[in-house]
């Protein structure tokens, strides 16, 4: 538990858990954990005096004797019913880092039907735009009408969250990915086309959203980052996918239909695979199945440790205030707590800051029309598809970084990738003005480059744009405020992906990417990220409720802070 756990006061049963009456002078070298942001009572430091100011202070042995009476409780009056309803086999390792890694695997891996649902119509549309006979118009609104299907899948998004709960929304969200993949391989007009597209886009927002709260609730704040990070690694995977698929069926007669229609085989998997997890256990607590979340907490957690106990207390405490506090309120009120509370208002204003620098600088327009762009800069047909997977493949690569470091490194230096690929749009706006007649070896040289660094550093940077929604929201605004989010990312990449045809023959080529895209990204995202952007690594997200509780002025000071504190370290060693 972060110091910022006690700096309100939390009651437990009663009791007042404050920081005036935890003063570090009570625990041992041994029980203080240091680190360089802040000190942390480290509860996985075991220690006898820690587990009896616990007890002392909270009960905390009669508390886990009443969760694991609700436990059982719940295990004997569950119905043969309801256990069919939650779509959980109930599988359960002795060590629960399994557990919480099969959890992150099987729900990030939905990504990979996102991926490829994105980047397959880039080779899907050279056969399809001739066999359907489609306009430059038509075929734009198949490219783009699956992020506009999307929108509406996040719409839908926070009403199936909140009525079935994480977990059952990513399976309904397979359903819709089933329907839409059968439309597109059997379309024979472009109306079809556009409502295959479009719905297989309800499954991406659906999905999209739902994937990030489900790991973010789920799963340790020391893992959190790494695993959301997965989904976007699958994204990148799926679109590698796509590309890989384009290639294998590009000389089939027809073969686009198996392009479009491929993710069929996914989402049956995906399907397959959620049997064997469990619900968020934070959505069961705030839907008051306290003993059902208590027993998917034991599978999630050791809970041997206290401050794994704390941690579901602490859970159980934040519902029980949200409750209270929309008891208290109107409906009218309840809707609005988004914006009307400044706490909520501040993640929302951060969240959705972060979603639009992420699609404004251009990563879908470029997916999707990636064997255009290839083909524009010199590539004949056949070799545009195949060498699309440079970039999907170098999307991939970037991913990788991400699940690895950003929880080490922390998400504000994890966000300065920012820099890496507007540089990469640097050398793809470039590369286009170099002659092809004269130096066409010079000219893909160049571009490639720009579309490999583009790709690379984007990669690690959009695993933020997934982590940072999902874990800056308070449990009773959650849902919600990813709605908002996904609606808003899948907005920006529908308007992108729509124009991108309009905007480089207005701009040219070089002037959308380096000028418009790289832009946006130097101009209005470096400053916004340095000045605007709080650190929320290893904080769990009752911390992180903390966090946006301060007023921005004050997340600004701190970070001027931080910053003249990293100048000031640089300068005084050189």
């Known amino acids: 538990m972060s110091s910022s756990s006690h700096s309100q006061s939390i009651e437990l049963n009663t009791v007042n858990f404050s920081k005036d009456e935890v003063k570090p002078a009570i625990f041992h070298k041994e029980d203080v954990f240091e680190d360089p942001g802040q000190p942390k009572y480290d509860l996985d430091l075991e220690g006898p005096r820690t587990h009896a100011l616990l007890e002392d202070k909270l009960a905390l042995d009669d508390e886990i004797a009443q969760l694991d009476q609700l436990g059982e409780t719940f295990k004997h009056e569950r119905s043969l019913w309801q256990r069919v309803c939650s779509l959980d086999l109930g599988v359960d390792f002795q060590d629960k880092r399994y557990m919480v890694y099969m959890l992150g695997v099987f729900a990030s891996a939905a990504g990979i039907l996102s991926g490829i649902d994105q980047s397959i119509i880039s080779g899907a549309s050279i056969g399809m735009n001739d066999m359907l006979k489609l306009t430059s118009h038509e075929a734009s609104l198949v490219s783009s009408l699956m992020p506009l299907g999307a929108m509406a899948g996040s719409i839908l998004m926070s009403p199936l969250n ?8 990513i399976v309904i969200s397979c359903i819709w990915y089933t329907v839409g993949a059968i439309l597109c391989a059997a379309a024979t007009n472009h109306h079809i ?43 990148a995977l799926g679109e590698l996918f796509g590309y890989i698929i384009g290639v294998i069926f590009f000389d089939v007669h027809g073969g686009w239909r198996f392009m479009v229609g491929s993710s069929l085989v996914f989402s049956t998997a995906l399907f397959v695979g959620l049997f064997f997890l469990p619900e968020s256990p934070r959505w069961l607590v705030h839907k008051g199945r306290v003993g059902e979340a208590w027993n998917v907490w034991k599978r999630l957690r050791d809970v041997s440790v206290d401050s ?35 706490r909520n208002r501040r993640a929302l204003v951060y969240a959705v800051m972060m979603v639009a620098l992420g699609q404004l600088t251009g990563i ?58 507007a540089v990469g749009l640097v050398l793809v706006g470039v590369g286009y003005k170099i002659n092809l007649e004269t130096n066409l070896k010079a000219a893909e040289g160049v571009y490639l480059t720009g579309q490999i660094l583009y790709n690379m550093a984007f990669g690690s940077y959009s695993a933020l744009t997934w982590v940072l929604p999902s874990e800056s929201f308070s449990l009773a605004t959650r849902s919600v405020g990813m709605t908002v989010c996904s609606t808003t990312l899948y907005l920006w990449s529908f308007t992108v992906t729509y124009n991108f045809d309009r905007m480089q023959k207005a701009m040219t080529y070089t002037g959308l990417t380096l000028g418009f895209y790289g832009g946006i990204a130097i101009v209005i995202g470096l400053p916004y990220q340095l000045l605007f952007m709080p650190e929320t690594k290893n904080k769990t997200l009752e911390e992180i409720d903390d966090i946006f509780s301060k007023p921005t002025r004050v997340l600004v000071g701190e970070n001027i802070a931080s910053m003249k504190r990293i100048v000031k370290r640089f300068t005084s060693k050189s």
């Open 308 to 342: 794994n106990k704390v941690e579901f207390l602490e859970t159980r405490q934040a519902a029980q205030q949200d409750e209270e506090l929309r008891r208290n309120e109107s409906r009218f009120q309840n809707w609005f707590d988004l914006v009307r509370i400044p």
């Open 193 to 235: 086309m556009y409502a295959g597209r479009f719905i297989l886009g309800v499954g991406v927002g659906i999905e999209g959203g739902c994937v990030g709260i489900y790991i973010s609730e789920s799963v340790p704040s020391n893992v959190r980052g790494n695993l959301v990070s997965m989904y976007q690694f699958n994204i």
């Open 364 to 421: 879908n327009a470029i997916m999707y029309y990636m064997s255009t762009l290839m083909h524009n800069i010199g590539f004949d047909n056949k070799r545009s598809v195949a060498m699309s997977m440079v970039g999907g493949a170098a999307l991939l690569i970037g991913t990788i970084p991400a699940i690895l470091w950003m929880d080490r490194f922390g998400r504000r230096v994890w966000s300065m990738n920012l820099i890496l690929f």
């Open 162 to 169: 909140e009525l079935f709960g994480r977990k059952s929304s």
